[in-house]
């Protein structure tokens, strides 16, 4: 396993592509525990949570609750090039998102699990 000193080195994009499989995975653990749905509409659910808009709002919502260093990461996240164009999202929310899913994958990363059930449970808080 690489030292937390290490994931500060790399690049936040590589923080946001783990991100988006660890908060995927969270909300359709989530799905799967509070609703009886099936699996066409456990994934047609599952994309309102996981897509740019949702992301971009919720880190938002939370924002004010993270520490200075996850606002780090979070600017960090946010002011990185992608390189690529969103496909269903406009430019402002794909970048908030990917901020977002950087947040994410640096905590998982760092193995900073007590925080990132934190920011999951404030997840759940906003009403998701």
Do not use: C
């Not at 988006?20 to 456990?42: C, G, M, Q, S």
């Not at 929310?93 to 990132?116: C, H, N, P, V, W």
């Amino acid at each position: 396993m690489k030292e937390k000193r290490d994931f500060e080195l790399m690049s936040p994009l590589t923080w946001a592509y783990v991100g988006d499989a660890v908060y995927e995975l969270f909300i359709r653990e989530y799905l799967i525990n509070t609703t009886n749905l099936k699996p066409h509409k456990l994934h047609i659910e599952t994309i309102k949570y996981v897509k740019a808009s949702a992301q971009a709002d919720i880190l938002k919502r939370i924002e004010p609750q993270l520490t200075d260093e996850e606002r780090d990461i979070v600017r960090r996240g946010r002011n990185t090039e992608t390189h690529s164009a969103p496909k269903n999202a406009n430019p402002e929310d794909y970048m908030y998102s990917t901020a977002f899913e950087a947040l994410i994958g640096y905590l998982y990363l760092t193995g900073q699990k007590e925080r990132l059930n934190k920011i999951q449970n404030l997840v759940i808080s906003q009403n998701i």
